[in-house]
């Protein structure tokens, strides 16, 4: 499934570790499904998160939001329409580089394991299947620029976040995610607070090429309005959509 990025205003982050709302029909005003989460998240638990939303919702794009290799398998892959890998400019070493090369030298490795093209071929052909393999596993990968701007979050503490960006900060990671790193995705998270329209304004001076999404306490229309008036592409709401189903309806901007 193509995304088209100009259509998507509201996104819904699925907490594989949390209980999924009894009715999921609410999910059919949002755009993309991100299923990810900081604690307590297994591939098992991905996978029944994933199945149960497919079930519920079949049109929607699901994105799988892996905080670990260990996370990721063929069978995720293949449920998935992509791999969202966040790159956070604010945590630790691990999560810039570290993570995001284990995740490609193990795609690298054992690519049949995770598409399934395991072939018994000789000579060339061996070579340029696993080849092919890995680039079309590599093609599924997207990745996010992420500031952590909530410093007593799961998020900041799993990813090594020493401190939060000032709204300067900020704007430069926009601006070097647009024209340098090349990230299709820039993402302002506050997860489990508010953090206003501050950090989106400033970098959705520098976006064009790049969506921007924002994330963080958004429970209500009032919150999700300023924030896509303040330059965001895009909503992210977690904790409201496991929470308060119905509020977390009025979180999608009606079209
Ligand atoms: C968390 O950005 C998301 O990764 C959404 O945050 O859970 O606070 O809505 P909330």
């Known amino acids: 499934m193509n995304v088209d990025w100009e259509e998507i205003t509201h996104v819904t982050k699925v907490d594989p570790a949390k209980e999924l709302p009894s009715d999921l029909s609410v999910l059919e005003g949002t755009d993309l499904i991100l299923v990810g989460g900081s604690d307590d998240v297994t591939e098992d638990n991905t996978l029944e998160t994933i199945d149960a939303i497919r079930e519920a919702v079949t049109d929607l794009p699901v ?19 992509a791999l969202a890998v966040p790159a956070v400019y604010n ?6 580089v570290g993570k995001h090369v284990d995740l490609f030298a193990e795609i690298g490795r054992k690519p049949d394991e995770l598409l399934g093209t395991s072939v018994p071929v000789v000579g060339d052909l061996v070579a340029s299947r696993a080849e092919t393999a890995v680039s079309d596993l590599a093609a599924k990968i997207v990745g996010e620029g992420y500031v952590v701007q909530h410093r007593e979050s799961a998020a900041a503490a799993v990813s090594g976040v020493g401190r939060t960006y000032t709204t300067d900060e900020v704007a430069g990671a926009a601006l070097a ?14 997860s489990g607070t508010y953090g206003g329209p501050g950090d989106v304004e400033a970098a959705a001076r520098y976006l064009e090429e790049t969506t921007l999404l924002y994330g963080g306490g958004i429970d209500s229309a009032e919150k999700a309005t300023e924030i896509l008036s303040a330059g965001a592409d895009a909503v992210v709401v977690g904790d409201c959509f496991h929470d308060d189903p119905a509020t977390f309806l009025e979180t999608i901007p009606s079209r």
């Open 63 to 81: 994105f799988q939001e892996p905080y670990d290799a260990a996370h990721v398998s063929r069978a995720t892959f293949d449920r998935v329409d």
């Open 177 to 190: 995610t647009e024209t340098f790193y090349d990230f299709p995705i820039f993402y302002v998270e506050y």
């Open 91 to 96: 945590g630790d070493r691990d999560h810039f």
